[in-house]
Structure formats: C-alpha cells, structure tokens
C-alpha cells in the first residue's frame, strides 16, 4: 500500500510541532501583569486574552470585510512569545526594549517548525508589526477591544481602577467596526445575555 504524504513525515518535524503545542500552553499559566497594578490578584491569563482576541478578529474581520484568516491567526498568536519572556505591563515596559525581546523570542520559538508554517508566521508577525495592511490594523484593534472589554468587566465587578484604562485606549481603534462593537458594548448590560437563558421554577 502507497504511503500518503505528509508535511509532517519527518520526526524532526513532529517533535517541533509538539514542543510549540506545549511552550503555548504556559500561556494558561502567564498572568496578564498590568491588571496587577491595580490590585487585581486572580487576573486573567496571556492565553484566556489571546482567546478571546481570536474570537474578536474572526468575528470583526467578516464584519470589516476583510479575509479573517489573517487576522484570526495575528490575533490568537500575537503574544505567543510571552511563554518565554513573560507579560510586561506598560509601566515595565518604559525601561525596556520590548519589541525586541518578543521578536527574539518569538523567531526563536518558530526555528524549529516545519518551512512553510516558520515561514508564514514570519511572514504575518512583519505584517502585524508595519502595521500597513487592513488585517493587520484590524488585529491590533482586536487586542486593544479585547483589552477594554476585560477592562470593563473588571470595572463591573468591583475593581473600579480598571476604568482608567477606558479613558485612553479607545483614541487608538482605528476600524469602524471595533469602535462600533466598543461603543455599544459600553453602553450595554453584560449579564443581559445569559439572565435570559437561565430558568427558575419551583
């Protein structure tokens, strides 16, 4: 019986594949670090924001037109370098040369992996940082929406300092979309969606 071809024959490959698979799963256990500035102490994690930014840029690149491949793939990765460098907040970040660190890590990360993969998450980690393209612009919304819409929650549920982060990030949204989906967000009751789901009977 012929053998089917595939990308990933060799061991080599497979293991890398593996290796990438684990290294992203730290992320569960990374803590966004800038929510700790303002007490939080069970904040969310690198990967339950990078989650949810794929979820954003799927639903917001249909919403803009644009192809959401993309930008499904610029969103959900967009921090995979933080399994090896960690999750600088702002604060920390004035005193240091970030952009570098992530890039570093991030190539080193993707050395690794089969050709076609390393080098389309190149390709699309240039892409993302020119920030020339609509996908790109569009991913880099999804992270700050994605960023305000935490910033909310956590204002709803009691940490009030998490508004300050509200005042300025919405200057830097640049699609209409993202604007649109923040601003009716904002104005919206975030329990509204699953108080009509739940059932009480006696």
């Known amino acids: 019986?012929?053998?089917?071809?595939?990308?990933?024959?060799?061991?080599?490959?497979?293991?890398?594949?593996?290796?990438?698979?684990?290294?992203?799963?730290?992320?569960?256990?990374?803590?966004?670090?800038?929510?700790?500035?303002?007490?939080?102490?069970?904040?969310?994690?690198?990967?339950?924001?990078?989650?949810?930014?794929?979820?954003?840029?799927?639903?917001?690149?249909?919403?803009?037109?644009?192809?959401?491949?993309?930008?499904?793939?610029?969103?959900?990765?967009?921090?995979?370098?933080?399994?090896?460098i960690g999750d600088l907040h702002k604060m920390a970040q004035r005193y240091y040369q970030a952009t570098g660190a992530e890039d570093n890590a991030f190539y080193e990360q993707i050395a690794g992996l089969p050709r076609q993969i390393k080098d389309e998450l190149r390709a699309l980690r240039e892409e993302y940082r020119q920030q020339k393209s609509r996908e790109s612009i569009l991913a880099r919304d999804v992270d700050i929406l994605e960023c305000l819409i935490q910033a909310l929650e956590y204002t709803s549920q009691g940490f009030k300092k998490a508004k300050h982060f509200m005042k300025k990030a919405p200057a830097f949204l640049k699609t209409a979309g993202a604007r649109r989906l923040w601003k009716k967000m904002r104005a919206m009751d975030h329990d509204r969606w699953w108080l009509r789901l739940s059932t009480f009977s006696r």
């Open 1 to 84: 019986m012929k053998k089917k071809n595939s990308r990933f024959s060799r061991g080599s490959d497979t293991a890398a594949l593996a290796h990438f698979i684990l290294e992203a799963g730290l992320l569960k256990n990374t803590v966004r670090s800038g929510w700790s500035v303002l007490g939080i102490k069970h904040a969310e994690s690198v990967a339950e924001h990078s989650f949810r930014c794929g979820v954003l840029g799927y639903l917001l690149a249909h919403e803009e037109g644009v192809p959401p491949y993309k930008v499904l793939v610029m969103a959900l990765l967009n921090d995979i370098h933080e399994a090896r």
